[in-house]
């Protein structure tokens, strides 16, 4: 059977169920074309469950997002109600793709609201809307909640996990809760209220204080099945009054929550309710009870009722959400075609000029602790093409030594290759791989696995260039003509202007078709292996490290002089969709105009 035409894959991931689903990509509201769901507990992680879904529909994605319950950091996620540890990396690598995106389950949500049709909510107040922030509150297994920035074009969504802020209770009958559900946890949050098992919460202390009598059809109901859905279901169908006092309790302390969500975040365009217990208590939650917690803050109930509160009737919010953001970061991140940036140069160059070396490095070092950081928390990884020479490895010792920069790298996440190597053996004094190994990897937590040098054994300079450029491709999951994109490109300049190892007047220099190329180098009769020039362009940045008055003429010929990439590869170096810095001393900058 021929695969469907589809290039994302999405997920909403819950403490009771994960539903995938795959979606062919589009400007407004993602299509769906195959679905599945699936019960959480019953699988060990993601990653089995996404393996299985693909290899059942035999399909080859390009893209995907999961949004998922629980904080996202790093591309990492420890869920709450899952005995689940998701890593966006380990993901990816089931999918074959470089990265793959972790989004909390609300703000998954808070994308998919966007999409959704005037059909697929539930009024509960008209309000009077106004441009600005709205507001996701949803209770089910847990309680998420999320907001969407108005930047004055769009709403742009946002996680937070307000639902674990601290109960605060409003009445007499609310304090003998916090106090009978403080004996039982450690502290009491909104989400022991607010949720399918806050609800059983609520039901047991009404029972257990003599505020109602269980019924045995009920008690055996809970005993046997979701005590939540048995609860609000004999509420609703008037069998047990105890069970619709519960509901009502819980129905008022998820508005008053609701309208705390509001003014946090002034959500003068309106609030969202989500999750799986709303529509199910459609009934409940258009008596009063709601609206009026909701709006019940004291001298803010004028912008409490102004705010308009809609109930999300579509199951699948999260889903199309997951594929909406899916979508947005297909469409920002492209992969780069293999072919060389050839345009015109930059008008003006991003310079830093600093006092010397020592300074230089400092300020490499923390720019690398940053980039990684930032990548990690965005793409689940840190991949860098580092540099040999004595700047950088003056960088690598800071990185290695300073506690500070140390221990705020998360190393587990960085991914090393390298720009060039000498065809020299790894244990060589000439290695880049060997200096980097002294100054830095043998002094840091990093895997060994993580860690990619050009020369692994001995073999022909052509071998290498070739085996290296097949890493780069399964590392990468290259398409046919696509490049890899690292995170951090690290550059050094030479007294004549080469950069890597392309050298003035070598084949490398116009090497536009394969990703790693063995140079052989006239002057010293020998080869190098290098990243072509189409490669080192495709980073997201790239930073050239230029130290010395020897320096100084080729750097002022590279930034200002005549283009002449074949006398100066230097100039080659102009990414057309990421970030170019020069980090360089005043000896280096010597003869740059001001």
Known sequence: MAPHPVVIIAGDIGGTSTRLALFEPTDGRPRPVVEKVYRSRERSGLEEIVQAFVAEHHVSVVAACFGIAGPVRGGEVKTPN??????????????????????????????????????????????????GNSAVIAAGTGLGEAGLYWD????????????????APRNALESELL??????????????????????????????????????????????????????????????????????????????EAGNLALKLMAVSGVYVGGGIAPKILARLKTPTFMEAFMAKGRMRRLLEAMPVRIVLNDKAALLGAARFACRTLAATK???????????????????????????????????????QAVEARGRFSVALSGGSTPRALYTLLATDPRLRDAVPWNQVYLFWGDERHVPRDSAESNYRMTREALLDHVPIPAENV?????????????????????????????????????????????????????ETAAVNERAQLVVANWVEKFAAFRITLSAPVLNAGRLVVFVVSGADKAPALSQCLSGARDPMRMPAQLIDPPEGRLLWVVDQAAAGMLSA
């Open 452 to 504: 990619h040098p050009i020369v692994r054994h001995s073999a022909e300079a052509t071998d290498l260039a070739h085996a290296y450029q097949l890493e780069l491709e399964r590392f990468f999951h290259l398409s046919a003509g696509a490049l890899p994109v690292f995170d951090l490109v690290l550059l050094g300049l030479g007294a004549d202007a080469h950069t890597a190892s392309l050298f003035p």
């Open 152 to 167: 004055g074009e769009q709403h742009l969504p946002f996680a937070c996990e307000g639902g674990h802020a601290d109960f």
């Open 179 to 256: 106090s009978y559900l403080a004996d039982r946890y450690d502290r009491v949050s909104y989400e022991r209220v607010v949720s399918g098992p806050g609800l059983y919460n609520i039901y047991q202390f009404l029972r257990d204080t003599q505020r109602g009598t269980e019924s045995p059809e009920l008690a055996e109901a809970i005993m046997n099945s979701d005590p939540a859905a048995s609860i609000s279901q004999a509420a609703l169908a008037g069998k047990s009054e105890l069970a619709s006092r519960a509901l009502d309790l819980f129905v008022s302390l998820y508005g008053a």
């Open 82 to 131: 899952l005995p689940w540890t998701v890593r966006s990396v380990s993901v990816a690598e089931r999918l074959r793709l470089e990265s793959v995106h972790l989004i909390n389950d609300l703000e998954a949500n808070a994308w998919g609201v966007g999409a959704l049709d005037a059909e697929d909510f539930a009024v509960l107040s008209e309000g009077a809307p106004a441009p």
């Open 335 to 373: 992969p780069a075609a293999r072919s060389a940036h050839t345009g015109v140069r930059r008008k003006y160059a991003e310079v830093r000029v600093l006092a010397d070396a020592a300074t230089m490095a400092r300020a490499g070092a923390e720019l690398f602790v940053m980039q990684a950081r």
